[in-house]
């Protein structure tokens, strides 16, 4: 494909609704990662997968995130709940079997009212 | 383990030397990066400090005993207009965990 696509790229809700977000990495990578960065800040870990196993989510803030990929391509990122500090763009990575995040997507901007 | 990256905004006349700072802290084997985002366009890695490259100009020397890893470019281009992150990797670690510096935008004045 073109690169790693992500939707939706923008996302408004009201707090306490859940939100999935979806990656879709460049086809053959099988190292996927979740950041989020918010408004100010660097980038923040939040999960990593190498095919569909995710063996590193210790970035996860709290049980209301969660995701998953399957067929060692699409992931997606759901958040339970959500609550203003949610707030923040949410990007997806890929690369190459043990390589870092090395092709990022455009992100999805999330804002929670 | 921490990265900083002292200035938010670095501006510099085209044809200059630019050197973006990036300072960490770590106490295990790290392995360094820089990411660049420019205009409209998505981030992406642009050099890792084992690979000892010098890509578009730019190079970076990993520096122990300075706790840095500073970018250089002798000649600053005005296509060099990008959003810069410094990210730290544990090298020894299964994943590239990788934690960022909250970035330093280098204006090129031409």
């Known amino acids: 494909g073109a690169g790693v696509s992500q939707s939706p790229s923008n996302k408004v809700t009201e707090k306490g609704k859940d939100v999935e977000l979806r990656c879709d990495p460049i086809?053959?990578?099988?190292?996927l990662y979740w950041y989020r960065q918010r408004l100010g800040q660097g980038l923040e870990f939040l999960i990593y997968?190498?095919?569909?196993?995710?063996?590193?989510k210790s970035g996860l803030p709290s049980d209301r995130f969660s995701a998953e990929r399957t067929g060692e391509s699409v992931s997606t990122l759901t958040i339970q709940r959500t609550q203003q500090e949610d707030s923040a763009v949410y990007l997806c990575?890929?690369?190459?079997?043990?390589?870092?995040?090395?092709?990022f997507g455009d992100g999805t901007r999330l804002s929670i009212l | 383990q921490r990265v900083t990256q002292p200035e938010k905004l670095l501006s510099v006349f085209k044809g200059a030397p630019v050197e973006l700072k990036c300072n960490y802290s770590y106490s295990g084997s790290p392995e360094l990066f820089w990411y660049v985002q420019y205009s409209r366009q998505r981030l992406q890695l642009l050099l890792r400090h084992i690979s000892r490259e010098s890509i578009k100009g730019f190079t970076a020397d990993l520096n122990k005993g300075e706790t840095s890893f500073h970018l250089k470019k002798p000649f600053a281009q005005e296509e060099d207009s990008a959003m810069y992150y410094c990210a730290l990797s544990d090298s020894g670690a299964g994943s590239y965990q990788l934690t960022f510096g909250k970035g330093t935008k280098l204006s090129v004045i031409p």
């Open positions: 997968f190498q095919g569909n196993s995710a063996p590193d």
């Open positions: 990575a890929s690369s190459l079997e043990g390589g870092p995040p090395q092709h």
């Open positions: 086809s053959g990578h099988t190292a």
